[in-house]
């Protein structure tokens, strides 16, 4: 079993930042993902930005050049730097970890982020 605990989830105005954090805990494997997804009201839980063990990253489209993802492997933790945020990003925030070799996915409990306008 993996653990993952969120934080840094808020309030902020359009164009603020804002920084999550994840640490993970447990069965701990090498190689594994590490994401955030994200969930609007009335919308899909989508991907925003996940990072491998070893530091290659992806984003979705909507988040490019705005939101840095990062980990530190030695904490177990991953972190989301959201910059220039816009109202549309307002959703609950989700930490994923993904245990590659044993194909097995972990979530944490969800952080709110709410840009107001």
């Known amino acids: 079993q993996v653990q993952l605990v969120e934080s840094g989830g808020g309030l902020v105005q359009a164009g603020g930042s804002l920084r999550l954090s994840c640490a993970a805990s447990g069965s701990i494997v090498s190689n594994n993902l590490m994401g955030w997804y994200r969930q609007a009201p009335g919308k899909q839980r989508e991907l925003v930005a996940r990072?491998?063990?070893?530091?290659?990253?992806n984003y979705v489209d909507s988040v490019k050049g705005r939101f840095t993802i990062s980990r530190d492997n030695a904490k177990n933790t991953v972190y989301l730097q959201m910059n220039s945020l816009r109202p549309e990003d307002t959703a609950v925030y989700y930490c994923?970890?993904?245990?590659?070799?044993?194909?097995?996915?972990?979530w944490g409990q969800g952080t709110q982020v709410t840009v107001s306008s």
């Open positions: 990072i491998t063990s070893y530091g290659m990253t």
């Open positions: 994923n970890y993904f245990a590659i070799p044993i194909h097995q996915d972990y």
